[in-house]
């Protein structure tokens, strides 16, 4: 096989299994990477929440300084009229960032599969035009349209597909083109090169591209509900 035929195979969204109904329900891999962090966030946050105490331990301490420190970044931006949509962010966020981390245990990250990003970006332009009608109301929502001057409303219009799609694009391009170069130095050169690569690509490019499209959403929330 040859070098481009390797990487087209690891491009291609693979079936892990079908469910036999319907004439075959094809679950694809990034469903099932995501259904593991699902399930690891969950063991987490049952281990870390039990016998919590009015007097934290040290472990109670370092879990409520991370907590405190998420709500103060997303505080920080939204404000006050926001904070309800914080849980949400933070989970996208943890999401991301172990998804975009999952390489490193051997795993095809999910946001690999452009299903998944694109779902994410609907989700968040969903929040983001909701969060600017339950602010503002509907009427005063529509008016932010033709702000600041009239003439430039289809603009404004346009710019709610072009958001997602850029929010899509962003984060689906540049954790794909991470895993091909990846890939690449694995089949060219699988010994030893591709470690200090893998702690850019999985690692910081990752957490940079998780941290963009939480940062990205919450940026364009606030602009709707000032």
Not at 4 to 12: A, D, I, T
Not at 93 to 99: K, R
């Amino acid at each position: 096989m040859s070098l481009s035929e390797k990487l087209m195979e690891e491009l291609v969204s693979k079936t892990a299994f079908t469910i036999p109904i319907f004439g075959g329900i094809p679950v694809p891999e990034s469903v099932v990477v995501t259904w593991g962090i699902m399930a690891f966030v969950i063991v987490l946050c049952l281990i870390f929440v039990r016998n919590l105490q009015i007097v934290p331990t040290r472990r109670q301490a370092c879990i409520e300084t991370v907590v405190g420190g998420v709500y103060k970044f997303f505080h920080g931006i939204l404000g006050d009229e926001g904070k309800g949509y914080i849980p949400y962010l933070a989970t996208v966020g943890i999401y991301l960032g172990l998804s975009n981390l999952s390489g490193l245990v051997g795993l095809t990250p999910p946001t690999k599969d452009i299903n998944v990003t694109a779902g994410l970006a609907i989700m968040s332009i969903i929040l983001i035009e909701f969060s600017g009608i339950r602010r503002k109301g509907f009427k005063g929502f529509l008016k932010s349209f033709a702000e600041p001057v009239p003439f430039i409303a289809p603009l404004n219009v346009l710019e709610v597909f072009i958001r997602p799609l850029s929010l899509c694009m962003r984060l689906f391009g540049n954790i794909l083109g991470g895993f091909v170069i990846m890939e690449l130095l694995k089949i060219v050169a699988p010994v030893l090169v591709p470690i200090p690569f893998s702690f850019y690509f999985d690692v910081f490019d990752g957490l940079i591209q998780m941290y963009v499209f939480v940062f990205l959403t919450a940026i364009f929330m606030k602009e709707l509900m000032d």
